[in-house]
């Protein structure tokens, strides 16, 4: 077996980069590690689908950010952010093969997983999400460098206080 | 006329997918048809590439099955390129998708096919999950589920070259050999799977099995259709999820035909209805005759009951044994030395799921103890005089048989890309499942949890992904049931919020 050496904090871009829209939680996540990556020991992770899968990924590290579309009914663009606690899910974080996160949470649990203390998950509203396409339409375009702000300043925030 | 009722995911998170149960003046169920939106644009999108994206690019059409459309698609391009794989590269593409296949399998049954009935087909949604399968089986069944996933995604990881998304695709073979010590790991990986399938298979019988209830349900003819049955075939006519034949067996049982992938054109068409932008396939030298079963039907399955019913035994011990139960268990006749008549109760497939899990676990163990497999030899590389412009791969994705068929042009770039994904094979008999569930459950007295649930096992004993083909996931997804008269009045309105 593969000894896995894992840093203090893994941020999840989830969703299609070839589904227009979808691949907005994966460049977020690429452009905040972009930005944070000498100042903090930082994993990018993409994943195409939640459940079992999310949490699994979250394994081993001690804080993790979740992005990811969102299809709630508000405008495009709009960037929202969940406790985990609140949290229901987002488009890509329930998995049609397995559970929603929060089952696949407990289950980690109950499994003895190490599991992060500090979770957080971002949505961002999605205008086209069933078109092949690696262009994000133009509301959401814009919204992605104030996602990455308040992400980098979320995360900024969580390290000053370890 | 008809009035149709209309069951609708409440929020736009699970897409836009609905089904739809048209009822008759006489108040009895007349149709049921589930309507999904396909995804847009992926034949335009990909014309104009390099054929040699493909494996990359349709191993992200799906979260689910990536490792599926890997190798459908890298088998497509070895026709291409007109390149035989080396021996050994045929067979690191299976062990990987055999570690595939263990995985997919075992968590749909602990996650998803198996709660109904360890838990309870009518058991609240909070406890029918994989953590009341775990409270009731112990808890150290959570720790085993990960256990198996994660050892056999370490085995994906480093045979495929990337975790999740497999690269190491290339036409004419594989672009990476194993050394012993990985050989050992596979071999180590193999040897644990097979201890899992034998104590999922062993749980199945305590709970399900020696239940009444449950035989009885299994048994019944809730969800029993008579239709065709499909699945891939190795040189002896016995179940191969990386490559074969496909054979297609009557509902008697008769082999109906058999046939290279590549000739699907001859003997699948698609039907569309005005009604639903989803193509139904079905056998076209049989005819469509609507959403019926029977010999005069076209209407096939490809699922792991299908695929054991098209099998002259299964290829290794361990499994061929359980294959031998499960048949005897439904008391099937045995047609030839091997193989018995078929099984058409829709809720064995959850049966056929853990055989299939075991014959998985076994071939990886032989793979794994083959003498050539550390060779070098992984790759035929492409001769330009061999270009052949056109390739089909296929490949028994976990939910019906997957495939990828491409055209290019003489310098290798796509002008055309078709795909048959493996959940599309069972439109026909899932939307016979749900109007099933319909027929039964609509106009009862049944509380409302119980009508949602029904309809839910109506589709999930096909283990159904739709992430390939839409954004339909009917996993537990919000969902309202309204019931009309024939006027359209609302009679009743049932709601799960997920």
Redesign the interface.
């Known amino acids: ?2 000894a896995v050496v894992k840093g203090k904090t893994v941020i999840i871009g989830m969703g ?4 227009s829209d979808d691949g907005a939680g994966i460049a977020v996540a690429h452009a905040v590690a972009e930005r944070l990556r000498l100042r903090m020991d930082l994993t990018v992770t ?4 939640g ?3 999310l949490m ?1 990924a979250m394994a081993g590290f001690k804080r993790a950010v979740v992005v990811d579309a969102m ?3 508000a405008a495009p663009g709009t960037v929202q952010r969940f406790e985990p606690s609140a949290f ?5 974080t ?7 996160f929060a ?1 696949a949470y ?3 649990r ?4 190490a599991l992060p203390e500090q979770v957080s998950f971002w949505g961002i509203e999605a205008r086209e ?5 690696e262009r994000f339409t133009p509301e959401v375009a814009a919204a992605l460098p104030g996602a990455v702000d308040r992400i980098v300043a979320e995360l900024t925030e969580w390290e000053g206080g370890a | 006329m008809t009035t149709r009722i209309t069951i609708d995911p409440v ?4 897409g836009h997918g609905r089904i739809d149960i048209f009822l008759n003046d006489q108040g009895r169920v007349e149709n049921a048809y589930f309507q999904i ?6 034949e ?2 990909c014309v104009g590439r390099a054929a040699e994206e493909m494996p990359v ?1 349709t191993n ?5 099955c ?1 490792e599926a459309h890997h190798l459908a698609a890298t088998k497509a391009l070895d026709g291409v390129f007109g390149a035989e794989p080396t021996s050994v590269a045929k067979k690191l593409r299976e062990i990987l998708y055999m570690a595939f296949f263990v995985t ?1 399998h075992t ?2 049954f602990y ?2 096919g198996g709660p109904d009935f360890i838990v309870g087909p009518d058991a609240p949604p909070s406890e029918r ?3 009341g399968v ?1 409270r009731k089986v112990g ?1 150290d069944v ?2 085993e ?3 198996c ?2 050892r056999n ?2 085995i994906i990881t ?1 045979l495929g070259g990337k975790s ?2 497999p690269v190491a695709g290339v036409p004419g073979g594989w672009s990476r050999a194993i050394n012993a010590e990985e050989r050992s ?1 596979i071999e180590a990986t193999a040897r644990r799977n097979i201890e899992f399938a034998r104590f999922t298979l062993a749980i199945f019988e305590k709970i399900v099995l020696k239940n009444p209830v449950y035989t009885e349900m299994v048994t019944s003819d809730t969800y029993l259709h008579r239709t065709y049955s499909m699945g891939t075939v190795d040189a002896n006519n016995q179940t191969n999820f990386y490559d074969g034949r496909i054979r297609v067996m009557d509902p008697l049982g008769n082999e109906f035909v058999s046939y290279q992938p590549a000739a699907y054109r001859e003997h699948i068409a698609e039907r569309v209805e005005s009604w639903t932008y989803l193509k139904y396939p079905y056998l076209k030298n049989v005819g469509w005759k609507g959403l019926t079963d029977g010999m005069e039907s076209g209407i096939y399955t490809a699922t792991p009951l299908s695929r054991l019913n098209v099998s002259e035994g299964m290829a290794t011990p361990l499994a061929n044994a359980e294959y031998q139960r499960m048949y005897e268990a439904f008391g099937c006749r045995k047609i030839t030395a091997a193989r018995y008549e078929p099984i058409h109760h829709r809720l064995a497939t959850h049966w056929a799921r853990l055989v299939e899990l075991l014959y998985a676990s076994e071939r990886m163990l032989e793979l794994a103890l083959d003498p050539e497999i550390t060779s070098p030899e992984t790759r035929t590389i492409p001769d330009p005089a061999r270009f052949v412009g056109e390739g089909i791969g296929s490949v028994e994705a976990p939910r019906g048989t997957l495939t990828h068929h491409y055209c290019t042009d003489q310098r290798g770039v796509l002008t055309s890309v078709n795909m048959i994904v493996g959940t599309t094979n069972n439109y026909a008999p899932i939307s016979m499942s749900i109007k099933r569930a319909a027929e039964r459950l609509i106009t009862s007295n049944a509380p409302d949890e119980t009508i949602l649930n029904r309809i839910e096992m109506a589709f999930r004993l096909y ?5 390939c083909a ?2 339909f ?4 997804m919000p969902l309202t049931i309204s019931l009309r008269d024939s006027q359209g009045g609302l009679l009743r309105e049932m709601r799960r919020k ?1």
Do not use: W
């Open positions: 077996m593969r299609n980069p070839l589904l993409e994943l195409h689908t459940g079992i899968r699994e299809l709630s009914g229901v899910t987002t488009k890509n329930f998995s049609s093969h397995d559970t929603d089952t407990d289950l980690g109950m499994a003895g997983v999400f069933d078109l092949f396409g | 929020t736009r998170l699970e939106p396909e995804l847009r644009g992926f335009q999108f690019i992200r059409i799906c979260g689910v990536p997919d968590t749909h996650a998803l999950n994989i953590l775990a808890l959570a720790g589920l990960i256990a996933r994660k995604h370490e480093f999740i998304h790991q283990d159904p992904c739709f992430s839409t954004h996931l009917p996993g537990k997920g």
